[in-house]
C-alpha cells in the first residue's frame, strides 16, 4: 500500500470542506462538521499558515486522511490527525503518526517535543500513540467535552527528539508528589 503526504493547499479548499462535512469524527470535539464551520476554519488559516500546516494522507491516489500540525511557531506542536470512516483500523493512524514525528523533528531543528490529546475511550488512538513511541504524560479529568453532552476525560501524549533519536522513551515519574512532603496544606 503507497502511501504519500500532499500539503494542503488554498486551491484544495472545497475538498478539505467536504472531507471535514462529509464524515462523522467521533473522537473529536464535534463529531459533525458543517460546510460552514469548515470554510470558517480554512479562512482562520487553521490548514496553512505561520503556525499550521496541513497534509493530505493519500493512498493509491485516494485523499483517505488529514494531518493537521498547530502551534508549529511554538516548542511543542500539536496535531489533529482523521483519517476516513471505511478506512479506519487499518494503520493508517500508526503511518501518519511516524511520518508526521518525522516530519516535525526534521522540517523543525528547534522543536524538542510535539503533544496529541484525545479522549480516554479512544482505543485505538492510544495504542497509536504507544507504538509510536509516544508516551502518557497527562490525564485530564472531565475535560473533553462529547457530542452526546457529556464529558469525557482526554489523555495527553508526547515524544521527546531525543526518544525519537535513540528509539528509546523516557516514561514521567509518576509517584514524584513525595517529595512534597507530608507538610499538608
Given amino acids: 500500500m503507497?502511501?504519500?503526504?500532499?500539503?494542503?493547499?488554498?486551491?484544495?479548499?472545497?475538498?478539505?470542506?467536504?472531507?471535514?462535512?462529509g464524515d462523522a469524527w467521533p473522537f473529536h470535539v464535534s463529531d459533525v462538521v458543517?460546510?460552514?464551520?469548515?470554510?470558517?476554519?480554512?479562512?482562520e488559516g487553521r490548514y496553512d499558515g505561520q503556525d499550521s500546516r496541513a497534509f493530505w494522507i493519500t493512498v493509491a491516489g485516494?485523499?483517505?486522511?488529514?494531518?493537521?500540525?498547530?502551534?508549529l511557531c511554538d516548542d511543542t506542536p500539536l496535531f489533529d490527525l482523521r483519517i476516513r470512516s471505511e478506512r479506519r483500523g487499518r494503520g493508517?493512524?500508526?503511518?501518519?503518526?511516524?511520518?508526521l514525528t518525522r516530519y516535525v523533528f526534521t522540517e523543525f531543528p528547534q522543536i524538542q517535543r510535539i503533544e496529541g490529546t484525545t479522549r480516554r475511550d479512544n482505543v485505538a488512538m492510544r495504542r497509536t500513540f504507544q507504538r509510536c513511541g509516544y508516551v502518557k504524560e497527562a490525564h485530564?479529568?472531565?475535560?473533553?467535552?462529547?457530542?452526546?453532552g457529556n464529558v469525557r476525560d482526554a489523555v495527553g501524549y508526547a515524544i521527546l527528539?531525543?526518544?525519537?533519536?535513540?528509539?528509546?522513551t523516557t516514561v514521567p515519574d509518576w509517584n514524584d508528589e513525595?517529595?512534597?512532603?507530608?507538610?499538608?496544606?
Avoid at 458543517?34 to 470554510?39: G, H, L, M, P, S
Avoid at 485516494?62 to 502551534?71: A, I, K, P, S
Avoid at 485530564?140 to 452526546?148: E, S, T
Avoid at 513525595?178 to 496544606?185: E, N, P, Q, T, W
Wanted: proline share 1%; glycine share 12%; hydrophobic share 40%.
Fill in 62 to 71: 485516494e485523499r483517505t486522511g488529514l494531518v493537521r500540525l498547530m502551534d
Fill in 178 to 185: 513525595r517529595i512534597l512532603g507530608s507538610g499538608g496544606v
Fill in 2 to 21: 503507497e502511501i504519500t503526504y500532499e500539503r494542503f493547499e488554498s486551491a484544495d479548499a472545497e475538498e478539505l470542506v467536504g472531507f471535514l462535512s
Fill in 34 to 43: 458543517d460546510q460552514a464551520q469548515a470554510r470558517q476554519w480554512i479562512g
Fill in 161 to 168: 527528539r531525543r526518544d525519537w533519536l535513540s528509539g528509546s
Fill in 140 to 148: 485530564y479529568r472531565d475535560a473533553w467535552p462529547a457530542a452526546d
Fill in 92 to 99: 493508517l493512524g500508526g503511518q501518519a503518526l511516524t511520518w
